[in-house]
């Protein structure tokens, strides 16, 4: 009789060889093996051939064993959930692309002054963290803006068409600038999306005012060298990388 | 078998590469001859030369008979009937070496196979319902992500 490639009737295939091969293969396979015939099912999903690779991967979930939950639903149980716990964050919803600082500056002696600048005309981090550089050399009333010790600062952060706005901080100053010292504004924010506890965040907005000295007819004047902005986290004490940033303010900024 | 940590990394969950069940420490090996019917005479001639082989106590030459057996099951594409008629009587005369070789070819035709393609390998007649089909695969998802 000839070796033939030809495949057997089913009837030729005793159920106990099959129960003998499939001690051979991974979950996986016994997986896939199952939904082949109904037979199949019933050889494939016995508890005698799962309880080893469930007790060894998914020791925790194995003694919750019973008739109704067998084996093999153990195994699924435990890896979907262990794959859960490894998944990345979504991306954000928002773009940097959709968001605008506006940026004001007010002290006793002069009205407040503003900018206004959408995140597409800021350097992007290297790092890819949110801070950012705000240039004001090319702003002639900034250069010439005074800081005092009692000054105020706000950054707002706007998304899109105004559809939304977060206050990242709305701070005062305390004492004086000393020339060639940078005035460092933070503020804690709030907690966003599934905490109810209240307390930290663990993040808090960061402006940084540098601050140049001239000296004039009337005197030295600390004047406005220029702007940074960031988000920080208190824990690791460093800036949190855009996306994160994006996936905090989508929770106060989208509609 | 790999060790799993489950808090730190994602284990390897999903290859098909290690079996299921561990080697069985003590195995009840006779190594007499098994005269098997229904197969070729060439085939006979094999098994019984793996089986002579193997009860040889150098391990050198029962690993050769091994892999002797197993490169001729492949060279010949010994048919699936074939190979399940040798796993049945290799399973009755309790020659587990035998049944071992067998079993991990069977196995290995089944493995990264699709459904339809181990249906097709082993002339099955498919007896779920499309809905049946369907909730069993919702059962263990991840075996039948590509």
């Known amino acids: 009789m000839s070796m033939s490639m030809s495949p057997p009737p089913e009837s030729n295939i005793p159920w106990e060889v099959l129960t003998l091969v499939a001690t051979n293969l991974d979950p996986k396979t016994l997986a896939t093996a199952s939904s082949v015939s109904k037979q199949w099912c019933t050889t494939m999903t016995s508890d005698h051939l799962w309880a080893h690779p469930c007790t060894t991967h998914f020791p925790s979930i194995s003694h919750l064993h019973s008739t109704t939950l067998p084996y093999h639903r153990l195994y699924n149980l435990g890896f979907t959930a262990t794959k859960r716990r490894h998944l990345p964050p979504p991306q954000p919803s928002i773009t940097l692309q959709n968001l605008l600082f506006i940026i004001t500056l007010t002290t006793s002696t002069s009205p407040p002054l503003t900018i206004t600048k959408p995140c597409t005309e800021l350097a992007l981090d290297p790092n890819s963290l949110f801070r950012f550089d705000i240039e004001v050399n090319d702003h002639q009333k900034w250069s010439k803006y005074e800081v005092l010790g009692d000054t105020r600062v706000t950054w707002n952060v706007v998304l899109g068409g105004y559809e939304g706005v977060f206050t990242m901080m709305d701070c005062k100053g305390r004492g004086s600038f000393y020339s060639g010292s940078d005035g460092w504004f933070t503020a804690g924010l709030p907690v966003a999306g599934w905490w109810s506890g209240g307390g930290s965040s663990g993040l808090v907005a960061e402006m940084r005012v540098a601050v140049r000295e001239e000296v004039g007819g009337d005197g030295r004047r600390g004047l406005v060298g220029s702007v940074s902005v960031g988000v920080l986290s208190v824990v690791s004490w460093r800036y949190v990388c855009v996306d994160d940033s994006l996936r905090y303010l989508q929770h106060f900024l989208e509609p | ?146």
């Open chain 2, 1 to 146: 078998m790999a060790e799993v940590n489950e808090t730190d990394q994602t284990p390897n969950l999903g290859d098909s590469t290690t079996p299921s069940q561990p080697k069985p420490e003590q195995i009840t090996t006779t190594n007499v001859a098994v005269p098997i019917p229904d197969v070729g005479p060439q085939l006979q001639v094999v098994v019984d030369e793996f089986i002579l082989k193997n009860g040889s106590s150098d391990e050198e030459v029962r690993t050769a008979a091994r892999n002797d057996l197993r490169d001729f099951i492949e060279r010949e594409e010994i048919g699936i009937t074939t190979l399940l008629v040798v796993v049945k009587y290799a399973h009755e005369f309790k020659n587990a070496d035998l049944l071992d070789a067998f079993c991990e070819r069977v196995a290995d035709l089944i493995k990264d196979k699709k459904v339809v393609g181990v249906r097709e390998i082993f002339g099955i007649v498919n007896d779920f319902t499309p809905e049946e089909e369907h909730a069993l695969r919702d059962e263990h998802p991840w075996a039948f992500e590509d």
